[in-house]
């Protein structure tokens, strides 16, 4: 069977692990840097622990990734809740209209009944309780203040539950910021590291990038089908992305974190995924087996499900695999990771 390589990508302006991180550095400059002491270097080496803190930040990115979709659910919840109250409200003052008409009524043909009295209170809801204060008044007018009485109920319900809505969403971007700090933290630790290496150390540290970078330009992952027509799609908006840089929470077009690029592609694709790792992992049909991946599906890494890429064919990922890289073809034996399972849409 034919095979081939992958075309080169249209741009490889981040050829350099230094010189994304600085760019992450940078734009991460605005946060305090968090108050953890350094890794001691000389406990192990530099690049393991710029590693591990990059794996711990891509982790806690995917915690950030889950609260924030959960926030955005919230939001429109909220919303949704709010619009429809304040066209109950309308509809409740034109009732609360014809309930004036009803009592103006009985004021003029000697007074107001102690029904409507009540519906007018601040308690309306008893005066159904009250059957033998009904006599005075007609089927419709007994109709148009239940009406009321009930639509009035259901609106003190939903402003109840957007005002429980709303305390949810606060503590869940008060999560959101713990878990921003947590990450911003760990990257600039990871930054203070590699500005502890010398200029001989920072070249072999850029080398290993653009190593990385060459051998995903000359990947060969063979002619192998996907398994169907919107799968391929999604892998082929994945494949346009190669070279964007690695953003924590980024969605694309130009930037991504690992889920990032999954959702995006396959959205491309008309399909819609959830946004993170773990909840993609739980998506689609699993496939236990990694010798029965076809291109496109997607592949979950690490014991907590804290990374995702699609299978590329022959033995390869296309991923976004770690701040200060880019998204790039890699082996999958190589990549450091554990497979745990595919998934496919």
Not at 285 to 300: F, M
Not at 315 to 324: E, W
Request: net charge positive.
């Amino acid at each position: 069977m034919a095979s081939h390589r992958r075309p080169k990508p249209p741009h490889q302006a981040y050829t350099s692990v230094l010189t994304a991180t600085a760019a992450a550095a940078v734009a991460l400059s605005a946060q305090p840097a968090s108050a953890d002491p350094l890794p001691d270097p000389n406990k192990k080496g530099v690049q393991a622990q710029v590693d591990r803190l990059y794996e711990e930040a891509t982790q806690t990115t995917e915690k950030y990734n889950g609260a924030k979709e959960k926030a955005d659910t919230l939001q429109k919840q909220v919303a949704d809740l709010q619009d429809t109250a304040a066209r109950k409200q309308e509809a409740l003052n034109t009732l609360r209209d014809r309930v004036g008409t009803i009592a103006a009524a009985q004021y003029r043909g000697g007074g107001i009944t102690p029904s409507v009295q009540l519906m007018l209170s601040s308690d309306p809801d008893a005066y159904l309780d009250q059957a033998s204060l009904m006599d005075r008044l007609s089927d419709r007018q007994i109709s148009v203040l239940r009406a009321y009485e009930s639509r009035q109920r259901v609106l003190r319900q939903q402003r109840t539950q957007a005002a429980e809505k709303l305390g949810d969403l606060e503590n869940v971007r008060a999560e959101m910021g713990r878990q921003k700090k947590e990450i911003q933290g760990k990257l600039t630790k990871a930054q203070q590291l590699l500005n502890t290496l010398t200029a001989e150390e920072r070249a072999k540290v850029a080398a290993k990038e653009e190593r990385a970078n060459r051998d995903s330009d000359r990947a060969v992952l063979g002619n192998e089908a996907s398994a169907s027509g919107r799968t391929s799609s999604a892998f082929a908006a994945a494949k346009s992305r190669v070279g964007m840089p690695y953003v924590w929470g980024a969605t694309g077009p130009g930037s991504f974190d690992c889920s990032g690029l999954t959702s995006w592609a396959f959205k491309q694709a008309g399909v819609s995924i959830p946004r993170t790792s773990q909840a993609q992992a739980n998506a689609g049909t699993r496939i236990d087996s990694l010798s029965a991946l076809k291109p496109g599906d997607l592949i979950i890494m690490r014991t907590d499900l804290s990374h995702v890429g699609f299978y590329a064919g022959n033995g390869q990922i296309l991923h976004a695999p770690k701040p200060g890289a880019q998204v790039r073809y890699e082996s999958i034996a190589r990549s450091g990771m554990p497979f745990m399972w595919g998934v496919r849409f």
